[in-house]
């Protein structure tokens, strides 16, 4: 049986479309879809459900882009291409990669044999004239706007260059479309290609600078940022600054990874990876070792002596980690941080918390407070 979660991944990176995987209440069970986009909304997503059949439903929405769903009992499919603006911090305004429906319509049926083994079948193209479900839903661009730096522009940003530190490209692209909305930037130059290009640059500086925090050798990381800004100054046009900036970002972010896991056996690799993606349902060795196909005795014994901790030591030490960035980003209840990180009530977060930083969740919250 093909793992959902990594079919739905491969075929996000090879072809740029955003795909879901539900039930049929709409529970997400796979999602792979471009971090500059919010999730499907939940009337669209509902609609959607009520239209799949075993034959493929090709729509055109409104304000959206080109859907594809279908139902492959007992799960719901659903791919899409966004084709709407997307804007941020009132400055910029620009397009997604588009897809004509043609090749949307070939990729599509890509993940259908790939899932399903068979050739699919496509009902009548259809369109959805709902404005309502539109997914951007910022206000327009202005010459007018001067933004001014502000407090959660700064968090924004801290947020997100922590995911180049950590070498992890899910925090990271989880962090940078709240940076896109919240960040202290604006038009850096008369000229939209100039100001994109000096926007590219400064983001390129930020992220080389995180990337060295967390371990990239200096002269490695500048030598990358010089390579970027020289490709960045001989482009005829940038199309979609944002995208175009978060892909430096995740290469970066990657290169961190690799110095901080060079020495690492690829099942300790893989097994750290496991846990980042299931900090909060991760609960015992066993379950890690079998997806990561090993004995739990032998992956105990390796971890131990590749990272120096046990493998229920380092979920700890995660859990904390992510504890701490909820307690300084978000104004989230503990109790709501507990349960989001799988411990079932607030005290025993506060019990672990306390043991591995000397600090209750309260106390390191008002000691970051600025």
């Known amino acids: 049986m093909i793992d959902q979660t990594e079919l739905t991944t491969t075929f996000y990176n090879a072809t740029g479309l955003s795909i879901l995987i539900s039930d049929n209440a709409g529970r997400q069970l796979a999602l792979a879809k471009n971090p500059l986009l919010p999730e499907i909304p939940t009337a669209l997503l509902t609609k959607l459900i009520e239209l799949s059949r075993d034959q493929v439903q090709l729509l055109t929405v409104i304000n959206f882009g080109f859907v594809a769903v279908y139902a492959a009992a007992p799960e719901i499919v659903i791919i899409w291409a966004a084709t709407n603006a997307i804007r941020a911090n009132g400055i910029y305004d620009d397009k997604v990669p588009l897809v004509d429906l043609h090749h949307f319509r070939a990729q599509v049926t890509l993940f259908y044999v790939a899932q399903l083994q068979q050739t699919p079948s496509f009902g009548n193209e259809q369109q959805l004239a709902m404005e309502d479900f539109a997914i951007i839903d910022r206000a327009p661009k202005t010459a007018e706007i001067e933004k001014q730096p502000s407090h959660a522009g700064y968090l924004a940003e801290r947020k997100m260059l922590l995911g180049v530190e950590h070498g992890n490209v899910n925090e990271f692209n989880t962090n940078y479309l709240p940076f896109m909305q919240e960040g202290n930037f604006g038009e850096l130059a008369a000229s939209d290609l100039r100001s994109k ?121 995660q859990r904390i980690l992510s504890a ?23 005290a025993q977060l506060a019990h672990i918390f306390k043991q591995n930083t000397g600090l209750t969740p309260t106390q390191f919250r008002k000691s970051q407070q600025l």
């Open 197 to 317: 290009k000096n926007l590219t640059i400064a983001a390129t500086t930020l992220f080389t600078r995180a990337a060295i925090r967390g371990g990239l050798y200096a002269e490695n990381a500048y030598n990358l940022s010089d390579l970027i800004i020289k490709q960045s100054e001989r482009l005829p046009e940038i199309t979609n600054v944002y995208e175009y900036t978060r892909t430096i970002g995740e290469r970066f972010t990657l290169n961190v990874a690799r110095i901080k896991r060079q020495s690492l056996p690829t099942v300790i690799y893989r097994a750290q990876e496991y846990i980042y993606d299931h900090l909060a349902t991760l609960t015992n060795v066993a379950t890690l070792a079998e997806q990561v196909q090993c004995s739990p005795s032998y992956l105990m014994h390796l971890f131990k002596a590749s990272t120096g901790v046990s493998v229920m030591q380092f979920i700890t030490e």
């Open 324 to 346: 701490k960035q909820l307690l300084i980003f978000t104004q989230e209840p503990i109790s709501e941080i507990a349960a989001t990180l799988g411990y079932p009530n607030q």
